[in-house]
């Protein structure tokens, strides 16, 4: 009896090895979603449709394949997605990442675009106005982004902004401080609109893409935020940002609302597309940055 007992043990133990070493399936990044890039530990594959495009070293995105009827990825897409939304044909489509780097924006230095005043931007405090020609504090300079020039909510389906842009077929001088309205087109914010000022130019963005400024969103390459606000502040992920609202309490209080904003009015969306056309700008935006073009 004590023979059979101890094969027993061991047949059981094998099988428990055996079920541990099984593959496990990996869930596949979603379209738009962060698929790659140095730090990063979820899913490297996309879903059906989607390719990993790289961006830079941090962080590559799932684009939508030239061909999409491309049945070689994972098809787990989960069934709960939002539905499109329905846009006029005056609209073009985008894609949309975060960021918040501190940095003086690349419409606050003159002669970028035909407009009353270059982006404000401000002293260490994030308050106090500094020359239009001093350096980003990301240079070694004394200029950086205004703490007022973060995201907020003006009802449930409507939010003021900013961004760093590139659209197709235009240039700096079209696009710095003129107003878009984005209206998403995905993920749990489908249907909302975001009215965002464009104060920035990013040299690494794609096609028709607009790089939401939101606090915690990610200090990018170049990092003034740890030189703007000195102390033990946590910016979360150097691409990507915090993770969780509770996250939020670890910046400085004064761009603590934009970081809450992410996780209420966005509802952490993660990279949604949206459909994007210019407006004209409301005052409240322009109100931050002085700058209105002619």
């Known amino acids: 009896m004590e023979e059979i007992k101890r094969l027993m043990f061991k047949i059981i133990i094998i099988l428990l090895i055996s079920l541990l070493n099984l593959p496990r399936a990996t869930p596949c990044a979603a379209l738009y979603g962060q698929c790659g890039g140095k730090e990063w530990k979820g899913s490297t594959q996309c879903c059906s449709g989607s390719t990993c495009t790289f961006g830079n070293d941090y962080y590559s995105q799932c684009l939508p394949s030239s061909d999409s009827s491309s049945s070689s990825s994972p098809t787990t897409i989960k069934t709960t997605q939002s539905p499109s939304v329905i846009v006029d044909d005056s609209r073009q ?6 960021y918040w780097d501190c940095c003086k924006a690349s419409c606050g230095w003159a002669g970028k675009a035909s407009v009353t005043n270059p982006v404000k931007t401000c002293a260490r405090d994030g308050i106090t106005s500094v020359d239009v020609n001093a350096q980003s504090g990301c240079n070694g300079g004394s200029a950086y982004m205004c703490s007022n020039q973060q995201p907020w909510n003006v009802s449930s389906s409507l939010s003021y902004g900013y961004a760093a842009a590139y659209i197709t077929n235009q240039r700096e001088s079209d696009w710095c401080c003129a107003c878009y309205s984005l209206i998403f087109t995905s993920g749990p914010v489908v249907g909302k609109e975001l009215i965002v000022q464009v104060t920035n130019t990013g040299g690494d963005l794609g096609k028709n893409h607009f790089d939401l400024q939101m606090p915690g969103g990610g200090v990018g390459l170049f990092d003034g935020c740890s030189s703007q606000f000195i102390g033990s502040y946590s910016w979360g992920d150097r691409y990507g940002g915090v993770r969780t609202r509770s996250d939020c309490d670890k910046l400085p209080a004064s761009v603590r609302a934009g970081c809450f904003w992410r996780f209420d009015w966005f509802k952490n969306a993660d ?8 407006v004209t700008c409301p005052p409240a935006l322009t109100a931050n940055t002085q700058c209105i073009r002619k």
């Open 93 to 98: 489509h985008g894609v949309t990442t975060r």
């Open 271 to 278: 990279n949604p597309s949206m459909s994007f056309k210019k």
